[in-house]
């Protein structure tokens, strides 16, 4: 099973920008991908996702058009880049593996792995 560390999380200001990276070990290949993210007293929710080819990619409408997924299998590595960053993206990003290749439903599936996650905080 892939087991998966994130880094690249810190204080920001607004406007500013970060780069995430989940590094996995094991089949990295073999896993869609997703980050997800929760703040203090919210629930965790989904921010963007990939296929294991990288040729499918979802965001949620609040991250869209500024934080982009992205992976190189090569590497075993799962990157998000987050520009514009907001206040309101304050949060703890974790990387997540789902095993099933052949369905692309990533806000709804049980992940079969996650990472410990890394703080992002954004100050107005």
């Known amino acids: 099973q892939v087991q998966l560390v994130e880094s690249g999380g810190g204080l920001v200001q607004a406007g500013g920008s970060l780069r995430l990276s989940c590094a996995a070990s094991?089949?990295?290949?073999?896993?869609?991908m997703g980050w997800f993210r929760q703040a203090p007293g919210r629930e965790r929710e989904f921010v963007a996702a990939?296929?294991?080819?990288?040729?499918?990619?979802d965001y949620a409408d609040s991250v869209k058009g500024r934080f982009t997924i992205s992976r190189d299998n090569a590497k075993n590595t799962l990157d998000l880049q987050m520009n514009s960053l907001k206040p309101e993206d304050t949060a703890v990003y974790s990387c997540?593996?789902?095993?099933?290749?052949?369905?692309?439903?990533?806000?709804?599936?049980?992940?079969?792995?996650w990472g410990q996650g890394t703080q992002v905080t954004v100050s107005s």
């Open positions: 094991g089949t990295f290949r073999r896993y869609n």
């Open positions: 997540a593996a789902d095993g099933n290749i052949y369905r692309f439903n990533p806000r709804h599936v049980v992940y079969d792995a």
């Open positions: 990939i296929t294991w080819s990288g040729t499918n990619i």
